[in-house]
């Protein structure tokens, strides 16, 4: 069985500060992993997703995730915060269906 | 080309009712998939269909039920409803025809139920 562990349920940076969300998986068999964005009131917004192709991922929004096998993580990354990021973010995997972890919360200091 | 729309956006129903939600997804796509959201629970899925035949359930009692049309609109009905049930249910579509999910999903805005 596949399944998603997003470790903090909150992070908080200031503006310009590197962002960093942990996303550690566990699947079976060769994973599919995605990380989308939920803003209030809202649906979710795909900012990249892994399918095999290359170990690092770039998004959109500035966004970047590197898939490394043997420590089984997706971790999410952006250089600068702004403060258009504030937002929920959910890493999921994939097989037949997605599974979503807890979501971490973002917020950006000023 | 229009996303993924869901109708209606908020809905309170009272509980013992029941309700029925409504997706419409890309055109083209054919594989409509339900979740459910709640800040105890996260993001859990329901059912996927394509080509108007259920193709993946998840663990949810039989109050919930789907289906989808000839024209790959998709519906779900929650029947007796529980104070538990209040939640933003989402609708995801996309475009890939294999059950793998290799493809991007894409999502409606929700609908916001409230059971009182």
């Known amino acids: 069985a596949q399944s998603v562990t997003q470790l903090g349920s909150h992070v908080s940076v200031s503006e310009g500060a590197l962002v960093l969300l942990r996303c550690n998986y566990s699947?079976?068999?060769?994973?599919?992993l995605f990380w989308y964005v939920q803003y209030p009131n809202q649906g979710l917004q795909l900012l990249l997703k892994?399918?095999?192709?290359?170990?690092l991922v770039k998004g959109i929004n500035g966004f970047e995730a590197e898939f490394k096998k043997s420590e089984t993580s997706f971790h999410l990354t952006k250089p600068s915060a702004h403060m258009s990021d504030a937002a929920e973010y959910f890493c999921?995997?994939?097989?037949?269906?997605?599974?979503f972890g807890q979501g971490t919360r973002l917020t950006i200091n000023p | 080309k229009a996303g993924v729309t869901q109708t209606p956006r908020y809905l309170i129903k009272t509980r013992g009712q029941q309700v029925t939600l409504s997706c419409s997804p890309i055109?083209?796509?054919?594989?409509v998939s339900w979740y459910q959201q709640t800040p105890g629970q996260g993001l859990q899925f329901l059912f996927e269909?394509?080509?108007?035949?259920?193709?993946n359930k998840g663990n949810f009692p039989g109050r919930f039920s789907g289906r989808q049309f000839s024209n790959s609109r998709s519906e779900m009905n929650v029947s007796t409803l529980e104070l538990g049930d209040s939640a933003l249910y989402l609708c995801?579509?996309?475009?890939?025809?294999?059950?793998?999910?290799?493809?991007?999903?894409?999502f409606g805005q929700g609908t916001r139920l409230t059971v009182v």
């Open positions: 995801a579509s996309r475009p890939g025809t294999g059950g793998v999910w290799d493809t991007e999903a894409f």
């Open positions: 699947s079976s068999v060769p994973p599919y």
């Open positions: 892994y399918t095999s192709a290359a170990t």
């Open positions: 999921a995997v994939s097989v037949q269906k997605l599974v």
């Open positions: 055109s083209g796509h054919r594989s």
């Open positions: 269909y394509f080509s108007e035949t259920q193709r």
